[in-house]
């Protein structure tokens, strides 16, 4: 029996504090793994137990939520961007959709090995792997190779693309790693605790607190529960890009404001010397 489907929402909402939000409730939030599966780090996280399904505590959730959102917000709007993991199908439409809205590096696939701690080498390959899509699409390749040569190339563009299609964004190091599941994703996590890049991660009671910068507790695995995790995200991105434009027109008004002042100061010095060669003609 799946351990998202055990326990009525109705019931499960009985077990929880008032401040707990019902959205979360409705969208399967609490719903943990079974008990002998719970990492014992994230018995912190757990409320109770039903039908040998541990509930998490959704007020942690919250508030773990709260701090993942405004850390996410200041990133971006300091002119950062995070790069998204999710490679179970219940996130991939939910990461493509989010991830491409704000012209953002994502993983759906696989994660390749040195994605993060590699990243020179990777760089080579997705321009080889965005050359290649191009020289293929454009014809360039055709007198330039036989028929069954560009049927190997454009073997080789699927694999690539499997690896490397939402990367193409990805010309430097991320400033963020946001991750669905970071026991499934533990490579990706570990690569960027190496390169001291935070993560913000939706994470079930089997996963490691550890090497979390930002863990939101809840259901890794469910569509709606990864839906509700990212709505809060994309509304940080959103809140922090409209500060970020918010603050570059500010800046820019203040440069306007100094190059006008500096023509006024200019344009009194030229009629002050206008006004000395007329006296002393």
Do not use: C
Request: charged share 30%.
């Amino acid at each position: 029996m799946s351990e998202t489907n055990t326990i009525p929402v109705d019931s499960a909402a009985n077990v929880y504090p008032e401040a707990a939000s019902r959205e979360m409730i409705e969208a399967g939030v609490f719903y943990g793994r079974q008990k002998s599966k719970t990492n014992p780090k994230m018995r912190q996280y757990v409320l109770t137990q039903r039908a040998g399904i541990e509930i998490i505590n959704l007020a942690q959730t919250a508030e773990a939520m709260e701090k993942a959102i405004a850390f996410l917000k200041e990133k971006v709007r300091n002119g950062g961007f995070a790069l998204f993991v999710g490679t179970e199908p219940s996130a991939e439409a939910g990461i493509k959709e989010l991830s491409k809205k704000y012209n953002m590096p994502y993983v759906t696939d696989r994660w390749a090995g040195g994605t993060i701690t590699n990243f020179k080498v990777l760089s080579k390959r997705i321009e080889y792997f965005k050359k290649l899509r191009s020289d293929l699409s454009s014809g360039a390749l055709i007198n330039k190779y036989t028929k069954k040569e560009r049927l190997d190339l454009e073997k080789d563009l699927e694999r690539l693309l499997e690896l490397f299609g939402g990367l193409e964004l990805l010309t430097k190091e991320p400033d963020v790693l946001v991750v669905i599941d970071p026991k499934l994703h533990d490579t990706a996590v570990r690569e960027a605790q190496r390169a001291k890049i935070p993560v913000i991660a939706l994470a079930n009671v089997d996963s490691n607190p550890d090497v979390i910068d930002y863990l939101v507790p809840g259901n890794d695995r469910a569509v709606k529960s990864i839906n509700w995790f990212l709505g809060k995200i994309d509304g940080a991105l959103k809140d922090g890009l409209a500060l970020r434009a918010k603050a570059a027109l500010e800046a820019a008004r203040i440069e306007a404001e100094k190059a006008s002042e500096k023509n006024a100061a200019k344009d009194g010095k030229e009629g002050i010397k206008h006004v000395k060669k007329a006296d002393e003609n």
